[in-house]
């Protein structure tokens, strides 16, 4: 067996499969947005997450500039307890209110921020008063249905 | 009648426990002598020439087409939806985290791990192995220890170079056969596979099943029947008893690592 054709077959088998690697990792994945160590989170309150899942992106006009980090129940005032990982480059006013929107009609739920005007921005651990709910759809149909059923009541 | 049944199924149990015993101290020393396989890496190499390098054809070829496939079939259910700019979604999840890993490992089974376990029974059945020993060379060390690491090293290898492919052949048929929007076919893809939770997975489970293939494919052919008979019996063993402990370990190690993903 001629041992440096051998070789050569083998190194470049290796190469093959480092670059595959590769293009696994550069061109198919992308690495988890926001490491721990460069974020803040902020905690905001919902009412309804409607079908909000952790991981979800947040979204600042359109652009992602976080995670949602977790998502709890506040047994004392009966709300979603939401904690956003926000990466440490975007700074957002106090006053930023949060709202649960969908992409598209049926799309994933993602967290978007409306900056405020507030000069103090939010810190580590900061809340996010000003919140909007997710729109849940049978209560849409229904405020529509009972719409239209006021409309054609006879006065 | 009843009494010999009774004795064969006692038998054949003290045969299984004898074999499962045996086969875990000869993983113990395949581990205790593979400082023999990085000393002298050039056994190792020559290994990775047969298991590895030999093995790129089928791979290669058999992900384009798993790939192509994904394309074709993914795209006829998505476009029901309007949503075939996720079509580069579904390519790629569905490679990287089970069928890169899970199908080339079965491709590695029935290409490397047969032959590996047909050449070292037939080393046994022509006393080659017995003939080391006589001159102070230990088989495992000399053997097996060099087949195991490459074997565990190229399947890695192996299952990226599917996915790649597969996600190659995926471009292939969704975008210039079928005309999916290129940009969304490749960003779609990009903002939904993660490094970690997808790609890392898929990497440690073909490492996992590169260890279990090839342990059992080197068991098998130590353990065979020194016939030719024997030899060819072992050899089955090792495809069927390999595919199915990688289908087994791909449930468990899919329960433990995408539990918490929606």
Known sequence: MNKTVLDLWVGLFVIAGIAALLFLALKVGSASAVKASNSYEVIARFDNIGGLKPRAPVKSAGVVVGRVADIGFDNETYEAAVTLRLDKRYAFPKDTSAAIMTSGLLGEQYVGLEAGGDDQMLKDQDRIFLTQSAVVLENLIGQFIYGKAQEGAPQ | MLRQSIENLGNRTIQGVWRIGFAARFFLAVLLHSGTAFRRFGLTIRE???????????????????????GLQGYETLQRFGSESTLGTLVALSLVRELGPVVAALLFASRAGSAITAEIGLMKATEQLSAMEMMAVDPIARVVAPRFWAGVISM????????????????????????????????????????????????????????????????????????????????????VTSSLVVLALDFVLTAFMFRGIS
């Open chain 2, 48 to 70: 990775m020439y047969f298991t590895g390098v030999l093995s790129l054809i089928i791979i290669l070829v058999s992900g384009l087409f798993v790939g192509m496939v994904l």
């Open chain 2, 156 to 239: 890695p290898l192996l299952a990226a170079l599917f996915s790649a492919m597969g996600i190659f052949g995926g471009y292939l048929v969704g975008v210039q056969l079928i005309g999916v929007d290129e940009g969304a076919f490749w960003s779609q893809m990009k903002s939904s596979v993660d490094f970690e939770q997808d790609i890392m997975n898929g990497v440690i489970k073909s490492v996992v099943f590169g260890i279990a293939i090839t342990a059992i494919a080197l068991f098998e052919g130590y353990d065979a029947p020194p016939t030719a008979e024997g030899v060819s019996g072992a050899t089955t063993r090792t495809v």
